[in-house]
């Protein structure tokens, strides 16, 4: 029963492709997140959603487009993407937004050849 | 504006060792929330302790202690008698108390356990 799942796990993909990533979570949380983690596994966040609705959005290139289209699910979409994307992406949910305590996914490693 | 340093970059221990990972915190809220994640080699962030700024109480979980102190703005994590199954990355991280929270993460320590 897993309680944050994200698919892929990996990704590699060519310069100047559009990926998705896919993360659902089944525990009822009603905020979910986005983060990026570099190659020196510094961990930023990108997105927050509440209840489907943005909440915060990190300055991130408009390239990035989150969807959530239920309260249980948090997609990412990258158009055009960069050598730079190359990251580890981490969904994660938490039961409230606020400083309740945020569940990650396992990670999708994406590798931008 | 917050920040997390975890001033170590990579720690190394035998096992049985005992081993504390240090975490300082900046921010100018009054109620505030810190965080401990492990990362082991798999990849996935593990929750391993959620605090809360008026609770100064250490706190002890099996092999696993973290102590806070205010007044030094740390939440220190130290592992007794650590193992192999220890070795991973270990996050400190905190968050405001308001509605647009989300956390900030410090850098990590590397902690290798050898047999």
């Known amino acids: 029963d897993t309680a944050v799942s994200q698919t892929p796990k990996y990704l590699v993909t060519q310069m100047g492709n559009d990926k998705s990533i896919k993360c659902e979570q089944n525990?009822?949380?009603?905020?979910m997140y986005w983060y990026k983690q570099d190659s020196k596994k510094f961990l930023k966040i990108m997105f927050s959603y509440n209840n489907k609705e943005l909440i915060i959005n990190e300055t991130v290139p408009n390239r990035f487009s989150p969807k959530s289209p239920d309260k249980a699910h948090l997609n990412l979409h990258i158009n055009s993407l960069e050598l730079g994307d190359s990251a580890v992406y981490f969904c994660?949910?938490?039961?409230?937004?606020?400083?309740?305590?945020?569940?990650f996914g396992p990670g999708t490693r994406l590798t931008v050849l | 504006a917050q920040k997390v340093t975890q001033a170590q970059t990579e720690i190394s221990v035998v096992e049985k060792e005992d081993v504390t990972l240090d975490c300082v915190y900046e921010?100018?809220?009054?109620?505030?929330?810190l965080f401990w994640y492990k990362q082991p080699p798999s990849g996935e962030l593990v929750f391993l302790i959620r605090r809360n700024s008026f609770d100064e109480q250490n706190e002890i979980s099996g092999r696993y202690s973290w102590n806070f102190q205010k007044s030094t703005s740390s939440f220190n994590f130290t592992i007794t008698a650590s193992q192999v199954v220890d070795s991973a990355v270990y996050f400190c991280a905190l968050s405001q108390n308001s509605g647009y929270s989300t956390l900030t993460f410090g850098k990590g320590t590397m902690l290798l356990v050898s047999p």
């Open positions: 994660a949910s938490s039961y409230k937004q606020g400083p309740d305590t945020q569940y």
């Open positions: 525990l009822g949380h009603d905020t």
């Open positions: 921010t100018r809220d009054t109620t505030y929330y």
